[in-house]
């Protein structure tokens, strides 16, 4: 077993987005070496709706997945593929744009608003697959306890619970990870694993050092993660996935492998055929 070092830690920028959403993107174009397949990681953390009621209205997506994940707050959707409804808090949306999809979130007033949206890369040969959309309810997400600890498994597996996901693309685990003050956890992966955590509440020590709140730590080689939480405890999102190593052309919302697929895409936006399944 070799514990993985710290390889980079990073509290993002804040950022607008949509039509006028204050978030913080703590990863984003500039960090797809590091993070690869992962290539986005937008938060959100607010008790002002001001911060976020303008919301995403509709636009396109192909070549990615997004996976966002409610700890507090609401956000209405609807997308190209018919679906209509709700992320509710401590529930998820998983959202395979593939060949392309059109969709609105719109978060909703609410008193706190918390939680992340994740970009997954869909590999070369995938990402033209059928777009699809799966709503991840509450109730379908195991929460494993342990002495000092809560594991909710939304996607690979923890300690022999399965999540409701798996990541039929890129293997993903993805974990929402509560901790009591100084309590320790580890987890081990397949060594080639891209893995790093964002801390939601509370600050971790971690490598010698201490990390605190609305921070990410990418971790380096190695096969186990190993820290505690600090005193005050710490809650966090674990993410892991094998990296694609392919090439990224990226733009806005559609991230492909050529500058000549993003031309494609945009084209096909500009003349209306973009959308390849109903
Ligand atoms: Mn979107």
Redesign the pocket.
Known sequence: MTIKPIRRITGGAVQYDGAGVKLVRIIGYNDVKDFDPFLMLDAFDSDNPEDYIKG?PW?P?RGIE?VTYLIDGEIDHGDSLGNRGSIDEGCCQWMTGGSGII?Q?MPQASEHMLGCQLWINLPQKDKMTEPAYRDIRKEMIPVVKEPGMEVRVISGTYHNTAGPEKGDYVATTYLDVKLEGNQTWSMSFEAENTVFIYIVRGSIHVDGQQVLLHRAILFGEGDTVEFKAEEDGARFFLYAGKPLKEPVAWAG?IVMNTSEELRIARQELQNGTFIKHK
Request: aromatic letters at 14%; charged letters at 15%; hydrophobic letters at 15%.
């Open positions: 995403f636009h997506h997004t969709h979130e919302p």
